[in-house]
């Protein structure tokens, strides 16, 4: 419903900052509630894959708004988890370095319609993850349920 005033601004963009590129999981399109065989790695899974897809489905749109999956990796964006914290100090990269990127598109968007990039590096847009066919089929299918829940 915000894509009439997104569409009207200048450089319109959309950054999706999430793991995009794993080729991990998948969707499971038999069940996708997960009812007959529900997992938290599984779901963590499936809803990424599931996320990825929204991207290639809002690009096929042929708007003027440019999307971008952006996965920054570890930030040391601060955690009270000891563990986290230590694996941080040596492992994490630097708040400013994983958000310059991000200031970079929305500044100036990228010419194309889908951008999928993992710690500065271009994911291709060919993966299987990123299929257009499996994002049409999610589109769908996103529409049928919001339709019996009234909501679309």
């Known amino acids: 419903m915000l894509l009439p005033q997104l569409e009207a601004s200048p450089q319109p963009v959309i950054i999706n900052v999430a793991g995009v590129g794993t080729k991990a999981g998948r969707v499971h399109w038999d069940d996708m509630q997960l009812e007959r065989k529900y997992g938290v790695i599984t779901a963590q899974l499936q809803a990424g894959r599931a996320n990825d897809l929204l991207g290639v489905?809002?690009?096929?749109?042929?708007?003027?708004?440019?999307?971008?999956?952006?996965?920054?990796?570890?930030?040391?964006?601060?955690?009270?988890?000891?563990?986290?914290?230590?694996?941080?100090?040596?492992?994490?990269?630097?708040?400013?370095?994983?958000?310059?990127?991000?200031?970079?598109?929305?500044?100036?968007?990228?010419?194309?319609?889908?951008?999928?990039?993992?710690r500065g590096k271009d994911v291709p847009l060919s993966l299987k993850t990123l299929s257009p066919h499996d994002a049409a089929r999610l589109d769908a299918r996103t529409k049928d349920l919001a339709a019996l829940a009234d909501l679309y």
């Open 57 to 118: 489905s809002f690009a096929a749109l042929g708007r003027r708004t440019r999307y971008v999956h952006y996965h920054p990796g570890f930030t040391r964006s601060g955690s009270d988890n000891p563990v986290i914290k230590l694996l941080a100090k040596f492992f994490a990269r630097e708040v400013a370095e994983s958000v310059r990127p991000v200031v970079s598109w929305i500044s100036t968007p990228p010419s194309a319609p889908l951008t999928a990039n993992d």
